[in-house]
């Protein structure tokens, strides 16, 4: 039990810190294409032909932590690979685009 507390602890503790670096890497990096609040620049959806979701769907945030690593890393259909970007900047903008629910 006493395990369980620190672990959940810890846990609350890594999302506060990484948001709000994420919130920086989101502007930087997927903010372009995303918008801001993640509903999608309807610019964007029209020039890849693509219907883009809101991240803050219920959709999109039911996909896991690995599955948003996936899409940044190795792109998702029409959305390419986001480079240069480190572990901890691709674990801090998970946690902001969590927040954005
Ligand atoms: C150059 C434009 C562009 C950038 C930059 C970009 N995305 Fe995307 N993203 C897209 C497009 C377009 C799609 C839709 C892909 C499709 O459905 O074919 C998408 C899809 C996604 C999806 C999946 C949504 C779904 O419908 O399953 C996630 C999650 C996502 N992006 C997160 C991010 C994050 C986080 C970043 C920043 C690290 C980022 N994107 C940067 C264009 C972009």
Known sequence: MKAITIV????C???????????AVFAAKCQPCHGPNGEGKAAIAKMYNVEMHLLASKEIQSKSDADFKKTI?????????????????????????????
Do not use: C, H
Request: no cysteine; net charge positive.
């Open 13 to 23: 503790g890594l999302l506060s810190a990484g948001a709000p670096e994420g919130k």
């Open 8 to 11: 959940f602890i810890a846990g």
């Open 73 to 101: 890393t190795a792109g998702q259909g029409k959305m390419k690979p986001v480079s240069g970007l480190t572990d901890k900047q691709i674990e801090d903008v998970i946690a902001y685009v969590r927040t954005l629910k």
